[in-house]
């Protein structure tokens, strides 16, 4: 008699917490910038911060070579280090909401979802921070994460090359060679300026600057322009969906 009932219930949990995921990770292919022409164009993505020190190298360097790029906030982080992200707009970069503090969102239920999400833009919305982009703690989420971010006006940005620079031990030149090897013509790449995962390395982010310090150059002699999504959604080169072949494939 039950058995109707709980098969049902089944059903609509797994469409509601799980087909989204399954259907942005086998379905939907991932995709980039399709730039047009001869163009080459990256887009430079860092998620978990901002982060003191690092964070504050990442900028510099990033005004050295004149690079724009898009900072995935930790709402909490973003409230402790206002500065930094006052620098980052002033210096032409643009913003997307990593959640509060790295919740994995894939189980969350629909109460608490609403709730990270309002929290977490209060403390855009109370420093007057234009945040279009959003990007879920380990690309999770459900169909409930999915409309909380519809219903807040943003737009999910994933990525498409993940090198995995918080692993423990790696060095710069090991995740320089990656990025080598991986990056090629519309490739929207994730790298973090501080860590936040329970395994992630506390001193990566500064590797990641000493591999990004080689690698944009190199990339920039080759001809690549790095842009921000604000420009690609502009000039429809990106349409914003990233993906997760390599997110789950990467070594
Ligand atoms: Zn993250």
């Known amino acids: ?7 049902t219930a ?4 797994a469409a509601l917490w799980l087909l989204p995921l399954v259907y942005y990770k086998y379905i939907k292919k991932p995709y980039a ?3 047009e022409g001869d163009e080459k ?8 911060g901002p982060d003191g020190n690092n964070t504050e190298m990442l900028l510099d360097l ?16 973003a409230e402790a280090a206002a500065p930094l992200v006052e620098r980052m707009l002033s210096e032409g970069h643009c913003l997307g909401f990593h959640s509060i503090s790295h919740r994995n969102m894939l189980p969350l239920p629909p109460k608490k979802t609403a709730e990270d999400f309002r929290r977490g833009l209060e403390v855009f919305r109370r420093h007057n921070w234009p945040v279009t982009y959003y990007r879920p703690p380990y690309g999770a989420f459900n169909f409930f994460t999915l409309r909380a971010a519809r219903r807040n006006g943003l737009q999910l940005l994933l990525w ?16 320089l060679q990656k990025l080598f090897a991986r990056v090629e013509q519309g490739a929207v790449i994730l790298l973090h300026d501080a860590s936040a995962g329970a395994k992630a390395d506390k001193n990566a982010p500064a590797r990641m600057i000493e591999a990004l310090n080689i690698f944009i150059p190199e990339m920039q002699k080759r001809g690549y322009r790095f842009v ?3 420009y690609c959604c502009r000039e429809k080169l990106l349409v914003c969906n990233g993906g997760y072949y390599e997110a789950l494939n990467a070594k």
């Open 1 to 7: 008699m039950y058995v109707p009932v709980i098969a």
């Open 10 to 13: 089944v059903i609509i949990a």
């Open 33 to 35: 910038i399709s730039a």
């Open 41 to 48: 164009c990256l887009l430079l993505t860092f998620d978990d």
């Open 62 to 77: 990033l005004a050295l070579y004149n690079v724009k790029a898009c900072f995935f906030l930790l709402a909490s982080r």
């Open 160 to 175: 498409n090359v993940i090198p995995r620079d918080w692993l423990v031990g790696q060095s710069s030149n090991q995740l």
């Open 228 to 230: 921000t999504p604000e």
